[in-house]
């Protein structure tokens, strides 16, 4: 089902220069984004636009999702923190792209949407890949650092320093860095205890809530 609306959707992404990385090209073809989506959408699951996903969250635009896995420069066999587990889709593209050998932490604030994604993962094959767990991703998962890459889909006030100090050696964060509305999507790569940012362009994210985020209201 959709598979006609998927391979058209990664094409348009390929022809325009959104995305270029075969390896996560080939990953978008094959993950199933309606799957993580209310079925209501599922019609709209291939247009290159954010979905809501409930509880005020989003399932980001393809385009975004596949720019930060390139920045992400996943490979198989890596360790990947996610921030924001929203609906799955973006933990499902990560696996894919770290197999095999890789493994996959995902945290979510919001208790609802981390068990529907931990349901839908599950049931399309990656219950052994990805771990998704409900807590402050802001506070990162100090127990099972250091990791290779650490992701975050929302965007915060600055840079938690938690995730700073989880990152591994040449380790890359990429995250949305500004106010509520608009952020840089900055990438930070590490050299031993030097940390290399750079600003990517404006994006909009949801808000990353916690203890090194923003607050709640």
Known sequence: MY???RLEMVERLERTGFVTNRQVLDAMRKVPRHEFLPRQLWPWAYVDNALPI?????????HMVGYMLEVLDLHPGQKVLE???????????????????GQVISLERIPELGDQARRTLVRLGYG????VMIADGTEGLPQ????????????GPSVP????????????LVIPVGGRTYQQ????KRDGDKFEESALGLVTFVPLIGQHGHKTN
């Open 128 to 131: 052994d890949l990805i771990r």
């Open 83 to 101: 921030i924001g587990t929203g609906s799955g889709y973006h933990a499902g593209l990560v696996a894919e792209l770290v197999y095999p050998g």
């Open 144 to 155: 099972e650092a250091p990791f290779d890459r650490i992701l975050v889909t929302a965007g």
């Open 3 to 5: 598979e006609k609306e």
């Open 161 to 172: 320093p938690p995730l700073k100090d989880q990152l591994g050696e040449e380790g890359i």
């Open 54 to 62: 409930g509880s005020g969250q989003t399932i980001s635009a393809p």
């Open 185 to 188: 999507l900055t990438v930070i």
